[in-house]
């Protein structure tokens, strides 16, 4: 994907859905609609017809996952360990978006640090899906209950219910298009490095992006290339000068094509390895390594994962619970396993035990 789209996009913005929705019927959403779907798991204090700081997101409601950090809100990565956790900055993205004049209207669900595919691992409980057919009839609170998808599942159920107009989600294996794939709303995973991940809860650091859910693909457009800027103080940021030059390889190809534009004469490459059966090999692409990516993956992200919530021990950082009268207190591990046995859930401690085994196996 691009690293840079700046000046780029004149004819998509203009067309920008953004403000159809206004920010009270996000709230009248938001109220009607959260308690059947779960999408929120805080929602801020936005008076009604409370005007926003001026600037391109102006009158834009955003929702913010759960694992980002925010000053003014919780951030609980929907996990016991950090139930009561209230970051003292923003993080570089939420920093950016008010800069922007955004409003942020909550923080959004999602599986407990980032780690799930369905939205089922939450302490806030479940996401539902808000899909249904435009013809339905059928009460929030009576229909169907299906999954969002996950990680980031309540990023995009609150963008599919209309809480808000775009959500902040991130994506490690998939956690934003799944769900919203799911949801029926575009998602959108940026190149790694490109959206600041400083101030972000991290999963697995070589993996982790922060990515943009809207309405539509014109929404996405425009708030990613508000934050698509270079961070100094995320040392996994790609360079400006990387990003110049990606910019001018791509350059002439972006410009001979449009969302309006006819794709006559694009050629697309199908990886043979993806799609043996389903698709004629007419335009075949070799890719020789796609049957080790699932297990490369398992490998690199709970490897990394087992490093980065080893500070989650109730001493340094997250849930305390003291260790039982007459229990062994002679190993700090021993104390350890106390609070991280009742702080972290089921998928959370099997990622952790696979990336520890990961990295002491020869």
Known sequence: MLLNTASRCTRISKTSSLRLLSLNACKGAIESKNHDV???VFTANVPEGAASVSGPLQDVSVAVKDNICTADMPTTCSSRMLKDFKSPFHATVVQLLREAGATLV???????????????YSVHGSVVNPYQPGSSTIPWSDRQ????????????????SGMCHVALGT?????????ASYCGIPGFKPSYGIISRWGVVSYA????????????????VQVFEILAKYDEKDPSAAKLETREK????????????????????????IPQRLYNSEVRPSVPVSLPSTPYALSAYYVIATAEASSNLARYDGIEYGLRVDPPPGADKTKTAHVYAHSRSAGFGPEVQRRILLGTYALTAE
């Open 106 to 120: 909550g923080k959004a669900n999602c599986d407990e640090f980032g780690m799930g595919s369905l939205n089922l």
């Open 246 to 269: 990606a910019s001018a390889i791509c350059q002439p190809f972006i410009q001979s094509l449009s969302l309006s534009d006819s794709l006559d004469g694009l050629r697309i490459g």
């Open 145 to 160: 209950r299906r999954s969002a998808g996950g990680s980031s599942g309540g990023s995009a159920a609150a963008v599919a």
């Open 171 to 179: 994506d490690t294996g998939g956690s934003i298009r799944l769900p």
């Open 38 to 40: 779960n999408a929120l």
């Open 205 to 220: 650091d070589s993996l982790d992006c922060v990515g943009v859910l809207g309405q539509k693909v014109e929404d996405i």
